[in-house]
């Protein structure tokens, strides 16, 4: 058990100190944070919603953040490459996460073209029945995306690292939330960057 949360605590400082400079990326991991929490209640009551609302805000303001503002140059804090960083990511890098996106993208048009998915399921006969069926699809791109790179991680490198990166992203809003609560504060004075004075004493 200590291990397994010595290589939880490893993922999560990396994840943070390499992925998480700007305090506009860090701003909307907070807000991804609080609608996931929100998504996992839903869950319980109503999965296809609870899938809508992680997909439709949680996921597109998370990787938002990183697409569009997290700087992707030579990262001096930790004086690395971006190469560098994508090459030794441990969950999905920019590369995965634009095929997740796109498969994402595509399920609401597939349900469109195909409504039963070629006699999978019962077609929709309404825009509400519609999105249910899209919610549902995106829960199942979900977890299918969590434990298809638990399993790749487990034969890349050991089930210990699949599992922790599971336990990882499955926790990272409550995470989140805690270490991120007062980013927009930091950037309504001004604070483009986290000076991430903390990571440069730990190097």
């Known amino acids: 058990m200590n291990r397994f949360l010595e290589e939880l605590r490893v993922q999560r400082w990396d994840d943070h100190r390499f992925y998480h400079h700007c305090r506009i990326n860090q701003s909307l991991h907070l807000i991804s ?46 004086q690395v490459t971006d190469e560098y960083k994508e090459e030794v990511k441990v969950g999905y890098n920019i590369r995965r996460k634009i095929v997740l996106m796109g498969a994402w993208a595509a399920m609401p048009l597939a349900l469109a073209i195909a409504p039963s998915l ?40 050991s089930l210990m ?32 960057y986290d000076p991430m004075l903390h990571v440069q004493q730990h190097r």
């Open 33 to 78: 944070a609080l609608s996931f929490i929100v998504a996992y209640g839903l869950l319980f009551v109503e999965p296809a919603w609870s899938a809508l609302l992680a997909w439709c805000v949680s996921m597109t303001t998370r990787q938002a953040g990183h697409f569009f503002f997290e700087p992707r140059g030579y990262d001096t804090v930790n």
């Open 118 to 157: 070629g006699g999978f399921i019962e077609p929709a006969s309404s825009f509400p029945e519609y999105l249910h069926d899209v919610g549902l699809s995106w829960l199942a791109l979900g977890v299918a995306g969590l434990v298809f790179r638990v399993v790749q991680l487990w034969l890349q490198q």
């Open 161 to 192: 690292t699949g599992l922790v990166w599971g336990t990882k992203i499955i926790t990272d809003p409550f995470h989140d939330a805690m270490l991120y609560h007062k980013a927009p504060l930091a950037l309504l004075r001004g604070e483009r």
